[in-house]
């Protein structure tokens, strides 16, 4: 039974590059999320996918954050001219949508440092 | 605007003796709670939840007790053993997300 990967798991990134992550979701799940977590904080919602469209986007999500799920698969969260702040541990989690289930499951994150 | 808050950032538990941790939540609309446990280095894992329309719910040495009137959780956890030592944290679904409180970090002593 394969879990929710992530890749890369570290990424350390100079100001002002690019990043792209990549989420792979169990297998059978239709819904597809990500979230940032900070130090001392809980995860906090970025956006999520069902199949492939996206169907809510956080105020937290800036402009030079993108997502997609092409084909209703994998997805990637590209951050264009990253900035210190937006270092933190990026997190996605899948789930099956139906009604009176609410568990997602979390792969192991992706933390990013910007210097 | 912290719907759930989790105001006690760490717990110290001797092994054997009992862990409670709390959540409040200010959403009247929450009618469901999740408790997510966290290892460093790893993503967080389910572990228990509840609908508002029970109080309690078990598994094994876990429980979650629901005061709804208080907007009030907690996870019990009885024994407590050294590897339940982790960051816990208490969550809601909303419009298809969860918003999560802040963690409380337990650690278990032997």
């Known amino acids: 039974d394969t879990g929710v990967s992530q890749d890369p798991r570290h990424k350390i990134t100079k100001r002002g590059q690019n990043v792209t992550f990549r989420c792979d979701p169990i297998?059978?799940?239709?819904?597809l999320y990500w979230y940032r977590q900070t130090l001392g904080q809980g995860p906090e919602f970025l956006t999520y996918f069902q199949n492939e469209a996206q169907l809510e986007k956080s105020r937290l999500l800036s402009d030079r954050f993108s997502a997609e799920r092409p084909k209703g698969s994998f997805s990637t969260l590209e951050i264009q001219r990253t900035e210190q702040g937006d270092s933190a541990m990026y997190l996605c989690?899948?789930?099956?949508?139906?009604?009176?289930?609410?568990?997602?499951?979390f792969g192991p994150g992706t933390r990013l440092t910007v210097t | 605007d912290q719907q759930v808050k989790q105001n006690s950032p760490s717990l110290s538990v001797q092994e054997g003796r009992i862990s409670i941790l709390n959540c409040d939540y200010t959403n009247s609309m929450f009618d469901y709670f999740l408790w997510y446990k966290k290892y460093p280095a790893e993503g967080p894992t389910f572990l228990i939840s509840i609908s508002s329309i029970k109080d309690k719910n078990e598994d094994g040495r876990f429980t979650v007790f629901l005061n709804k009137s208080a907007k009030h959780l907690s996870l019990h956890i009885v024994p407590s053993q050294p590897g339940d030592s982790a960051v816990y944290f208490c969550?809601?679904?909303?419009?298809?997300?969860?918003?999560f409180g802040q963690g409380t970090t337990l650690q278990v002593k032997p």
């Open positions: 969550a809601a679904p909303i419009a298809g997300k969860l918003i």
């Open positions: 989690a899948s789930s099956l949508a139906k009604r009176g289930l609410y568990e997602q499951y």
């Open positions: 297998s059978e799940h239709n819904r």
